[in-house]
């Protein structure tokens, strides 16, 4: 069998290089989550900002998570997550799920909820889904949750990231710190 030719651009040139791809994707503002699971009665969960309903129905959600990380392979496994979505003052828990450092969930106030599944405190909405499907694309899997609930929590503004910030309202927002580097995995 042929090897496949190399892709390029319409120009002749290669596609950009991660870092180079990375910074132009930052140009799309994003809303921030954390997905959790329970794997044999631990919690786990991961910062996420690949997140969006794909179906009303039946209804789907999808996110995608990286195949290095530690907590997608166990939230797989476990078959329900919790789609927790942030609000704009939850900085500090984004901070501690979106690093491979430090416990996420030591002395954070959480609960299980009916779905078997962690429930951040203080989240705008959380989703709660079985796993349906799972594609591998690339370095990180593409993920089918099929819903069960989709819980509001509180109101609020969403916690945005855009340009490697938190927000979009000020200049000056604070940038992400070195834990949002290219070596932490996101799931």
């Not at 828990?93 to 002395?107: A, H, K, Q, T, V």
């Not at 940038?175 to 799931?187: E, K, M, N, Q, S």
């Amino acid at each position: 069998m042929p090897a496949e030719p190399a892709l390029t651009a319409d120009s002749g040139r290669p596609p950009p290089a991660p870092v180079e791809f990375r910074r132009a994707m930052a140009e799309f503002a994003t809303g921030v989550t954390v997905v959790t699971g329970l794997d044999g009665g631990e919690p786990v969960g991961f910062a996420c900002q690949s997140f969006a309903s794909v179906s009303l129905q039946p209804p789907l959600v999808l996110f995608c998570a990286d195949h290095r990380g530690r907590s997608w392979p166990r939230i797989r496994a476990a078959g329900r997550f919790c789609v927790n979505i942030l609000g704009e003052d939850q900085q500090e828990l984004c901070e501690r799920f979106g690093s491979s450092r430090g416990l996420r969930y030591e002395g954070l106030d959480w609960e299980v909820s009916r779905w078997d599944t962690p429930a951040l405190p203080g989240v705008l909405l959380r989703v709660h889904a079985v796993v349906h499907e799972v594609h591998p694309a690339g370095d990180h899997d593409v993920v089918l949750g099929r819903v069960l609930a989709a819980e509001r929590v509180t109101a609020g503004r969403p916690m945005i990231f855009f340009r490697s910030r938190f927000g979009i309202d000020e200049p000056d927002a604070p940038i992400a710190p070195d834990l949002w580097a290219r070596g932490d995995r996101w799931g």
